[in-house]
T-cell receptor
Framework: RKEVEQDPGPFNVPEGATVAFNCTYS??????FFWYRQDCRKEPKLLMS???SGNEDGRFTAQLNRASQYISLLIRDSKLSDSATYLC???????????FGQGTELSVKP | GAVVSQHPSWVICKSGTSVKIECRSL??????MFWYRQFPKQSLMLMAT?????????EQGVEKDKFLINHASLTLSTLTVTSAHPEDSSFYIC?????????????FGPGTRLTVL
């Protein structure tokens, strides 16, 4: 079983749509959780951290369910510029490492 | 602040040659640097973790004699791909962490795209 698993992509949505990404992780000792965005041929960039209470940043909402070891990202009112690959990332304190999911590709069409 | 650079941004080399990639923290001291590799349509896979002044810790399945890592100063780490082969063609990304930030915070370089002919 992969340490961090994400929805298979790609997601093709029209502008203005709402899209949700899911992610599960296997290590219950994981402490911190993030969503990163990666554009084609670029490095990943931190989109937002994910907290147990849920957090929102503009059109983006992230949720964490520790009991189910499940993380989600909701994007409302999709923009063309949201087209990218979204990476679910988990921090494992034992090795001090970030573990990346394989990413879900999002393509927002006019 | 917290800028990480990589050089070169892309490189093409012949099979059997060695390639050195530099990772620099420009405005902070990086106590720990990480090297990742990413194949097309796949996730970032951690190759090794290096702490300044000590030997790198390699992930399972990564050949330490093939991927030489040197972290000689608090602002520079290098990855040398020795005797490169076409299967080593990939996107190599470094990241850096400073003692002052949370341990889960890493600053990523822009990546180096290696193509081995």
């Amino acid at each position: 079983r992969k340490e961090v698993e994400q929805d298979p992509g790609p997601f093709n949505v029209p502008e203005g749509a709402t899209v949700a990404f899911n992610c599960t992780y296997s290590n219950s000792a994981s402490q911190s959780f993030f969503w990163y965005r990666q554009d084609c041929r670029k490095e990943p960039k931190l989109l937002m951290s994910v907290y147990s209470s849920g957090n929102e940043d503009g059109r983006f909402t992230a949720q964490l369910n520790r009991a189910s070891q499940y993380i989600s990202l909701l994007i409302r009112d999709s923009k063309l510029s949201d087209s990218a690959t979204y990476l679910c990332v988990v921090f494992e304190p034992e090795g001090g490492k970030l573990i990346f999911g394989q990413g879900t590709e999002l393509s927002v069409k006019p | 602040g917290a800028v990480v650079s990589q050089h070169p941004s892309w490189v093409i080399c012949k099979s059997g040659t060695s390639v050195k990639i530099e990772c620099r923290s420009l405005d902070f001291q990086a106590t720990t640097m990480f090297w990742y590799r990413q194949f097309p349509k796949q996730s970032l896979m951690l190759m090794a973790t290096s702490n300044e002044g000590s030997k790198a810790t390699y992930e399972q399945g990564v050949e330490k004699d093939k991927f030489l890592i040197n972290h000689a100063s608090l602002t520079l780490s290098t990855l040398t791909v020795t005797s490169a082969h076409p299967e080593d063609s990939s996107f190599y990304i470094c990241s850096a962490r400073t003692r002052r930030t949370d341990t889960d915070t890493q600053y990523f370089g822009p990546g180096t795209r290696l193509t081995v002919l």
